[in-house]
């Protein structure tokens, strides 16, 4: 059963336009979220994070937006480069959970036309 | 400082056939993770190890056993390797408080069991 959703498995968008990547969760338990960027034969990077104290967080052209009502959240990527060009993971803690262990989605592929 | 390296880089076995990937942090971190993904699917979380001496069970934990070694290194055995094993395996490091949530990826190895 897949606690962490990301139904897009791929998005193209436009050089210089927003690129919006969607993530939905179904455990309750789950209180830190975070967004990974991964490059072809290289490991997942950390990109940005949002407790559920809080409904947004913003790091330069990166923001990510949490609804806890709708269980979703959302990274948005403005304006969107050639080099954003990659998969992008939605990860999830759960409350008490040990050793910070996270459920990851299955990704989404972003190309970023020129 | 060169984060989490892996070796090796690449890798196939034979069926049946045991190997341990290796893999080391230079960032004093606490804890260290395993993963494997597979095509169009997350990272599943093979093993952890919260802290240096323990090592706990993750999400796909069948057919592995890890060490770790120290603080800085965490190995991944497959004992008698199967074509199921066939995946990307990353290795990660994680630090304390709010960052421990942030975990650190190395580059991956690359597992083909025939």
């Known amino acids: 059963d897949q606690q962490v959703k990301q139904n897009s498995p791929s998005l193209s968008v436009q050089e210089g336009r927003i690129s919006i990547l969607n993530c939905d969760y179904t455990?309750?338990?789950?209180?830190?979220f975070l967004w990974y960027k991964k490059y072809p034969a290289e490991g997942p990077t950390f990109l940005i994070s949002?407790?559920?104290?809080?409904d947004k967080n913003e790091d330069g052209r990166f923001t990510v937006f949490l609804n806890k009502s709708a269980k979703h959240l959302s990274l948005h990527i403005v304006p969107s480069q050639p080099g954003d060009s990659a998969v992008y993971f939605c990860?999830?803690?759960?409350?008490?959970?040990?050793?910070?262990?996270?459920?990851f989605g299955k990704g989404t592929k972003l190309s970023v036309i020129p | 400082n060169a984060g989490v390296t892996q070796t090796p880089k690449f890798q196939v076995l034979k069926t049946g056939q045991s190997m341990t990937l290796q893999c080391a942090q230079d960032?004093?971190?606490?804890?260290m993770y395993w993963y494997r993904q597979d095509p169009g699917m997350g990272l599943r979380l093979i093993y952890y190890?919260?802290?240096?001496?323990?090592?706990d069970k993750g999400e796909v934990p069948n057919g592995y056993n890890v060490s770790r070694l120290n603080k800085r290194e965490f190995s991944l055995r497959l004992e008698s390797a199967a074509p199921s094993q066939t995946s990307v395996y990353f290795c990660?490091?994680?630090?304390?408080?709010?960052?421990?949530?942030?975990?650190?990826f190395g580059p991956g190895t690359r597992l083909t069991v025939t």
């Open positions: 949002i407790s559920s104290i809080k």
């Open positions: 990860a999830a803690k759960e409350t008490g959970a040990g050793s910070y262990q996270l459920t």
């Open positions: 455990n309750s338990m789950f209180d830190y």
């Open positions: 190890s919260a802290s240096e001496g323990t090592t």
């Open positions: 960032m004093n971190h606490n804890s």
């Open positions: 990660a490091s994680s630090g304390t408080g709010t960052a421990a949530y942030e975990q650190y």
